[in-house]
């Protein structure tokens, strides 16, 4: 076992990554150093009743900070929070967002960074072409992100996911400048986090890894960093969720999280295409879902991605390339609660038509190792109600 206090570091890849127990009690200095003197915190509904919250927010009052708190932020934040958080921003005349939480406060404080300073909707940035170049680049507002789960990775991210409402859609927002300054990474602050929730969150960090390790294009860096970001999960998952006090396992988890997310510049797939509909229409939450349909995605693509299974199997230690991995995923969803079917998300029969086609459009469909028509996806849907691999 590694000892705790060897897991403290200064990272700068992608960003200044600040690891480690206690290093929230720095984040008045790591804002200075970044000119924010008037922060936003935005977090989510939930966390904003936490301790860590209001901790923070003394931190930043005793270091001589002027910071406020938004935390009008659903579970999946939508364009409307998003709008009401900037003018917030604009009127508070703040100069930095400190995005706080799970990946809803952490997308919520970013989109709102970069919204605040812009005189377009938000829609316009959404993450097609060269959109973000319609951007202001010289008033996106720097963001300080403190990941309070292991899971998204958000901390690491140059974007935000976002539900528009009146479509019900989910679309992806980007800017470059969207990357927070810095990131705190305090594993104190996820010692609280349910364990359903771990193992949610956890397994969605996973898929992040393993979609990213399985992209077709060409990036050996990312893939490097998704093995042993699979190597982490695989090791110390189980440990957080069995121990949720556990600060070795909650350090290698939120490091972990953060390789998935800087892994998938490479590309995601169809486990997110199927996911990201799932959140728009029924609140569903993402890394649940990402964990109940990783499996028939893996089933759907073995073809193509058989041959990477073989090193994937090696490195975690694990027998019978493909199957090996597929076994160990699913009695991982087993040991964690995880359910088999779909239903636990709230989806319908009726709605898989309209699903599927969403899937099908949702834009990390284009990193899945093979194309897939809406039939597929329907079928996938449809097998996730009717006969679920368990």
């Given at each position: 076992?590694?000892?705790?206090?060897?897991?403290?570091?200064?990272?700068?890849?992608?960003?200044?990554?600040?690891?480690?127990?206690?290093?929230?009690?720095?984040?008045?200095?790591?804002?200075?150093?970044?000119?924010?003197?008037?922060?936003?915190?935005?977090?989510?509904?939930?966390?904003?009743?936490?301790p860590f919250t209001a901790e923070i927010l003394d931190i930043c009052k005793e270091g001589g900070l002027n910071v406020a708190l938004f935390s009008d932020v659903p579970s999946n934040p939508t364009d409307g929070c998003i709008e009401v958080g900037a003018q917030v921003f604009r009127d508070g005349k703040h100069d930095g967002v400190i995005a706080l939480g799970g990946g809803s406060g952490l997308?919520?404080?970013?989109?709102?960074?970069?919204?605040?300073?812009?005189?377009?909707?938000?829609?316009?940035?959404?993450?097609?072409?060269?959109?973000?170049?319609?951007?202001?680049?010289?008033?996106?507002?720097?963001?300080?992100?403190?990941?309070?789960?292991?899971?998204?990775?958000?901390?690491?991210?140059?974007?935000?996911?976002?539900?528009?409402?009146?479509?019900?859609?989910?679309?992806i927002i980007f800017h470059p400048k969207m990357m927070p300054v810095a990131v705190i990474g305090d594993p104190a602050l996820a010692v609280g986090l349910p364990a359903g929730l771990t193992a949610a969150t956890g397994v969605d960090a996973f898929t992040h890894c393993f979609e990213a390790y399985c992209a077709p294009s060409y990036h050996p860096m990312a893939d490097g960093i998704a093995l042993?970001?699979?190597?982490?999960?695989?090791?110390?998952?189980?440990?957080?969720?069995?121990?949720?006090?556990?600060?070795?396992?909650?350090?290698?988890?939120?490091?972990?999280?953060?390789?998935?997310?800087?892994?998938?510049?490479?590309?995601?797939?169809?486990?997110?295409?199927?996911?990201?509909?799932?959140?728009?229409?029924?609140?569903?939450?993402?890394?649940?879902?990402?964990?109940?349909?990783?499996?028939?995605?893996?089933?759907?693509?073995?073809?193509?991605?058989?041959?990477?299974?073989?090193?994937?199997?090696?490195?975690?230690?694990?027998?019978?390339?493909?199957?090996?991995?597929?076994?160990?995923?699913?009695?991982?969803?087993?040991?964690?609660?995880?359910?088999?079917?779909?239903?636990?998300?709230?989806?319908?029969?009726?709605?898989?038509?309209?699903?599927?086609?969403?899937?099908?459009?949702?834009?990390?469909?284009?990193?899945?190792?093979?194309?897939?028509?809406?039939?597929?996806?329907?079928?996938?849907?449809?097998?996730?109600?009717?006969?679920?691999?368990?």
């Amino acid at each position: 076992m590694t000892k705790p206090s060897a897991l403290t570091t200064n990272w700068n890849y992608p960003t200044a990554m600040h690891i480690g127990e206690g290093r929230i009690r720095e984040i008045a200095d790591i804002c200075k150093a970044h000119a924010i003197n008037n922060p936003l915190v935005v977090t989510d509904e939930g966390a904003a009743a936490l301790p860590f919250t209001a901790e923070i927010l003394d931190i930043c009052k005793e270091g001589g900070l002027n910071v406020a708190l938004f935390s009008d932020v659903p579970s999946n934040p939508t364009d409307g929070c998003i709008e009401v958080g900037a003018q917030v921003f604009r009127d508070g005349k703040h100069d930095g967002v400190i995005a706080l939480g799970g990946g809803s406060g952490l997308d919520a404080g970013k989109a709102i960074a970069l919204l605040a300073g812009q005189r377009r909707p938000l829609a316009d940035f959404e993450d097609v072409g060269d959109n973000w170049l319609r951007a202001n680049e010289g008033t996106i507002a720097p963001t300080i992100a403190v990941p309070t789960t292991a899971g998204t990775g958000s901390e690491v991210g140059r974007a935000s996911v976002i539900t528009f409402t009146e479509k019900h859609e989910k679309k992806i927002i980007f800017h470059p400048k969207m990357m927070p300054v810095a990131v705190i990474g305090d594993p104190a602050l996820a010692v609280g986090l349910p364990a359903g929730l771990t193992a949610a969150t956890g397994v969605d960090a996973f898929t992040h890894c393993f979609e990213a390790y399985c992209a077709p294009s060409y990036h050996p860096m990312a893939d490097g960093i998704a093995l042993e970001g699979m190597r982490l999960i695989k090791e110390w998952l189980p440990v957080a969720y069995a121990d949720g006090s556990n600060i070795e396992a909650r350090t290698h988890m939120l490091v972990a999280a953060s390789m998935g997310a800087t892994a998938f510049q490479k590309g995601l797939g169809a486990v997110h295409s199927l996911s990201h509909p799932v959140g728009a229409v029924y609140n569903a939450h993402h890394g649940l879902a990402n964990a109940i349909f990783l499996p028939y995605v893996m089933e759907e693509n073995r073809l193509v991605i058989e041959d990477k299974m073989v090193p994937l199997a090696s490195y975690l230690g694990l027998e019978g390339g493909y199957d090996g991995v597929l076994a160990w995923v699913l009695k991982l969803r087993r040991d964690l609660g995880i359910p088999a079917g779909a239903e636990s998300l709230g989806l319908k029969k009726e709605d898989i038509p309209m699903l599927a086609e969403a899937a099908l459009n949702d834009p990390t469909m284009g990193g899945n190792p093979q194309p897939l028509t809406a039939d597929q996806l329907a079928a996938l849907y449809t097998r996730s109600l009717d006969d679920p691999l368990r």
